[in-house]
C-alpha cells in the first residue's frame, strides 16, 4: 500500500449501511447488472454512459462518469471475488496519463436478508494514493452517498413496476 503522508487517514477509510425494502438477489442484480449499474452509479447529477463489468473473479470493469459540466472520468477495476447473492469485492482505480495509479480503492459489499429486505454494508479502502488525489478522495463519502441514493430510488422504482 502507497498512501502519500499528505492524505488524512480519515479519507481512507469509508463504511456505509444501507437497507433497502427488496429482496438480497435483487440487490445483488442492481450491483452486477450494467444495464441497473448504469442508473444509479455515480454522485448525484453525474452520470454513467459507460458501464463495461464482466462479473466473475479477477472479470474486468471499466466506467466512464460524466460530470454535469460534461468532463468524463474514466476508471477501470476488477473483480476481486463474488459469494453471489452474499459478497462482492471489487478493486477499482484511476491512472495518470502515463499509466501509473494516481488511486486504488478495494471494495466489500455484503447483502443480508431479513425478512425479505437487504441490508447491505458497504466498506472502501484506499489501497494507494498520491498527494494530488486528496480531491476525489474527499469527495468520496459524498459521492458514494449519492451513489447509493440513486441506487435507493431506482430499487424503489423498480420493485414499483415488478408489484
Do not use: C
Not at 427488496?22 to 442492481?30: E, F, G, S, Y
Not at 460530470?67 to 491512472?95: K, Q
Amino acid at each position: 500500500m502507497t498512501i502519500d503522508v499528505a492524505i488524512p487517514e480519515h479519507l481512507t477509510r469509508l463504511s456505509i449501511r444501507r437497507e433497502f425494502d427488496a429482496p438480497r438477489a435483487l440487490i445483488w442484480k442492481m450491483w452486477t447488472d450494467p444495464a441497473h449499474v448504469a442508473v444509479w452509479w455515480a454522485p448525484e447529477h453525474f452520470t454513467t454512459p459507460v458501464v463495461q463489468m464482466d462479473v466473475r473473479p479477477v472479470g474486468t470493469i471499466h466506467m466512464v462518469m460524466r460530470a454535469p459540466d460534461g468532463n468524463d472520468y474514466p476508471f477501470d477495476g476488477r473483480f476481486i471475488s463474488l459469494d453471489e447473492p452474499e459478497r462482492l469485492v471489487m478493486r477499482t482505480w484511476v491512472n495518470y496519463a502515463d499509466g501509473s495509479t494516481w488511486f486504488e480503492v478495494e471494495t466489500t459489499v455484503r447483502f443480508e436478508e431479513i425478512d425479505g429486505r437487504t441490508i447491505q454494508h458497504f466498506n472502501a479502502e484506499v489501497l494507494e494514493a498520491r498527494a494530488d488525489a486528496l480531491g476525489p478522495l474527499s469527495g468520496m463519502e459524498m459521492g458514494w452517498t449519492g451513489s447509493l441514493d440513486k441506487l435507493a430510488a431506482h430499487v424503489r422504482a423498480v420493485t414499483v413496476l415488478v408489484d
